[in-house]
């Protein structure tokens, strides 16, 4: 694995323990500075995004695809790569600039998470190809925890963007199939001064309005 990676005891003590934070890895690429998001999937997915660097073949650019930049939110969900459908996990390298602009056209995935009126989110809801949702983040073993963790759903032209090859403007930078990292830190679970997760840091985008809008901590 290419990613930078750390204890989790040692990150664990310097991040936030409550409140809405994005924990990410930056990073830079090709003289822009990155962000690495997350998702798992079959195999036949997996395989032709690392082989081609972009996403295609299987496929499908029809529904709504969530990217995650916490790696633990992306554990808790694919059950550290054992659950049906997400045997592998892809780390995806984007510019912060795009991961910026998903978070500038994001809607509230529900009404009631929005500061909106009814009517009003679902004209928002229509417009948008970005959704965002807080969930709690979890530990290492699932567990919830009181510090809030972002994912991102993109439909539609944002999906479009996100899987095309690069050099027809498509988002990913990078492609890495990091299913043999998760497998290897599955296994110190029960040794938890044992366990490396990538290296994550409190990310704030540049726009102030944008980080009031999302209420972040």
């Known amino acids: 694995m290419t990613l930078p990676a750390e204890l989790h005891a040692a990150q664990t003590a310097r991040w936030p323990q409550t409140g809405r934070h994005i924990l990410a890895q930056r990073g830079e690429l090709k003289g822009q500075p990155t962000i690495v998001v997350y998702q798992a999937y079959r195999p036949a997915i997996a395989d032709y995004a690392v082989q081609h660097g972009h996403f295609g073949g299987p496929y499908s650019?029809?529904?709504?695809?969530?990217?995650?930049?916490?790696?633990?939110?992306?554990?808790?969900?694919?059950?550290?790569?054992?659950?049906s459908?997400?045997?592998?996990?892809?780390?995806?390298?984007?510019?912060?600039?795009?991961?910026?602009?998903?978070?500038?056209?994001?809607?509230?995935?529900?009404?009631?998470?929005?500061?909106?009126s009814k009517d009003a989110w679902h004209a928002a809801v229509a417009a948008s190809d970005v959704r965002l949702q807080w969930d709690p983040d979890h530990a290492?073993?699932?567990?919830?925890?009181?510090?809030?963790?972002?994912?991102l759903g993109l439909r539609g032209r944002a999906l479009a963007d996100f899987g095309r090859p690069p050099d027809e403007g498509g988002a990913l930078l990078r492609v890495e199939d990091i299913t043999g990292f998760v497998h290897q830190q599955r296994e110190n679970l029960s040794q938890p001064e044992l366990l490396l997760t990538p290296r994550e840091e409190v990310y704030r985008p540049a726009d102030e309005a944008l980080v009031a809008r999302l209420g972040l901590d």
């Open 140 to 151: 290492p073993d699932g567990r919830p925890l009181a510090r809030r963790a972002v994912q």
């Open 61 to 83: 650019f029809s529904r709504m695809s969530w990217v995650k930049p916490n790696f633990l939110w992306m554990m808790y969900r694919c059950g550290w790569a054992t659950k």
């Open 85 to 116: 459908d997400q045997e592998r996990v892809l780390a995806l390298t984007v510019t912060c600039a795009r991961f910026d602009g998903w978070l500038g056209d994001a809607v509230p995935s529900t009404v009631t998470a929005s500061s909106l």
